[in-house]
């Protein structure tokens, strides 16, 4: 059974940052576009990053350019996002998932169980 676990998330003061990490199981990664998404309190959920099986392409959602790093290490079937400059309005519970990649929430067939983010101003 795949299996995707988040971790990493917490409160953080705006401009801080954090580490998200997504740790998958039963699944041949490498052959897995992954995805970050994210979904706050009454909006829908939308796509943050993606990255390639190779990790060669990225993806980002024009509100996080420059802030947030897609990665991955297919070594330890782990990817990973680096939140940087954190705003208030990236308060969110944070959902990893694996698919055929881009930023179509319908392409990703395994989610995690998410992870809640929360920056305060």
């Known amino acids: 059974q795949v299996q995707l676990v988040e971790s990493g998330g917490g409160l953080v003061q705006a401009g801080g940052s954090l580490r998200l990490s997504c740790a998958a199981s039963?699944?041949?990664?490498?052959?897995?576009?992954m995805g970050w998404f994210r979904q706050a309190p009454g909006k829908e959920r939308e796509s943050v990053a993606a990255i390639t099986g190779s990790g060669a392409s990225t993806y980002y959602a024009d509100s996080v350019k420059g802030r947030f790093t897609i990665s991955r290490d297919n070594a330890k079937n782990t990817v990973y996002l680096q939140m940087n400059s954190l705003k208030p309005e990236d308060t969110a519970v944070y959902y990893c998932?694996?698919?055929?990649?881009?930023?179509?929430?319908?392409?990703?067939?395994?989610w995690g169980q998410g992870t809640q983010v929360t920056v305060s101003s």
């Open positions: 039963a699944l041949t990664f490498r052959n897995y576009a």
């Open positions: 998932a694996a698919g055929t990649g881009s930023s179509n929430y319908y392409n990703y067939h395994y």
